[in-house]
């Protein structure tokens, strides 16, 4: 019998520095934590502050006074930015979720690589590129800047999140689900939008409000397409104002009143996102308690 | 083809040995049969997973296949309802004839062939749906709607599956919340709600604990009266008891790994009178 004999005295030396290593990690790891955390939270306290100051029910019932005139609100740009992105994600939605499902049934087909690895490509292209791009695509050929041009270009930074997460969901449900489906004699199509996409729809639900949540918040490219507009307008085809191009704008400007709007409207876009997510995850309950309990 | 060739009967030299006759081994003298499959060869890629395998499988019979691991069963049973048509590169010789007609000829409807042999697998797999919307998945494929109808096939078909005592209050709870084996019995609802003729149960058990397992057993004993059961199982007790006959498959070598079918018969001629040396060994417990 071979047996390690265990000194005592160095035993005991060797576990202080194990307990003492230990302590260190806890402790950098703690620290970490803190540090990541605290921009987060002090970013959301300082712009709940400042915007809340300057957020009435005029913000989003009036529209922009000239600089200088007291009052008015931010109406027009809520609105812009609700149809900009209501028409990116109408546009980005169906094609993401469909291409979505075609990379899942073609994991090895080369074409399959070709398209995964292009849309990480898009994914990491600069929105400001993308605003770019939809203007000598759309907005030069129409010359003139509109709103359906700033939901295009939306649709084009949605598109490869979706398209990723989705998939990234899908391959989450088991095969077997889709066998169970394909056995009794349903088709791939069937299969896919029957059994695997509501199976999956917590996920692609919440990856829709990540690409969502990042169009919202796009200021760049809006320049180069939806432009701005001062008044109300509801119409695709002009140039329509949008929450992060109004932040842009009014932070920039030499005007008090004008900065002190763009943190309300800075407050109003982080809320916005913020109630999207909150009403993701209560469709998602409302639809765990349709099922009864124990459906994820 | 000869037909007569496959409508011999089962050769059991050793029979008259132990003073037995035909008929002291199979219930009704000679069996319909259900699906024959001549000479099924099958190949994922260069890999021959299958070779020359031929089978008569007995209507309203249970057939049980048995092996070692790796030796093809599943992939058999596969393709008895042509789901290996799901796997890239799969490549087929031979027939698997379904009442006369080759499921893998040209043109033979894979849809027709998945609603008439159904299919239960190794894990319960219900649809993160409700009970009933599980059940009624397969009859709305075909166009079913009225409800009339379908309460009508989610009762039939839960019953079958004697699980509608357990549910018949709760239709609209989810089935991912019954326990295991609640849920393979929907399962098997679900595959006959479609009223298929032949199942194929992909070691339906194996995911199971006896209590369960025994229940699903029951199951196919008062299930074979309607319907001609395949059953793959790593458990040879299993197959001993449940099954009328019994397939031995297990691999040529250890370099190419293709399955083959060593013996086929009856099932208590397998298990106490085998007519080959690997099929003893198997069934003895000297290997696999």
Redesign the interface.
Known sequence: MNRVMINPKVHSLHNYRRKTTNMIMLVLAGVSTVIAIVPLVWILFYVIIKGAAALSWDFFTKLPTPAGVPGGGLANAVVGSVITVGIGVIIAAPVGVLAAFYLLSSQ?KPFGQVVRFATDVIAGVPSIVMGIFAYTLIVLPQGHFSALAGGIVLAFIMLPIIVRTTEEMLKLV?N??R?????????EW?SSF??IL??AFNGVLTGLMLAIARGAGEAAPMLFTAFGNPFMSVSLNEPIATLPQTIFVYAISPYKDWQAKAWATALVLIVLVFSLNILSRVIIWWRARQ?????? | MDKDQFNKPVVLPKLASLGLTHSDLIPSVEPDIKIKIRNLSLYYGKFKALGDITIDIPKNKITAIIGPSGCGKSTLLRSLNRMNDLVPNTHIDGQIILDGENIYAPGFDVVDVRRRVGMVFQRPNPFPKSIYENVTYGPRLYGLRKRSELDGIVEHSLKQAALWDEVKDKLNQSGMTLSGGQQQRLCIARALAVQPEVILMDEPASALDPVATLKIEELMQSLKESYTIVIVTHNMQQAARVSDFTAFMMIDNPQTRTGKLVEFNVTPQIFTNPQNKQTEDYVTGRFG
């Open positions: 090895t088991p077997s689900l066998e169970g489906s394909l056995a009794l004699g349903a088709t069937r029957s059994i509501p199976a099922l009864g309990s124990g459906n994820r």
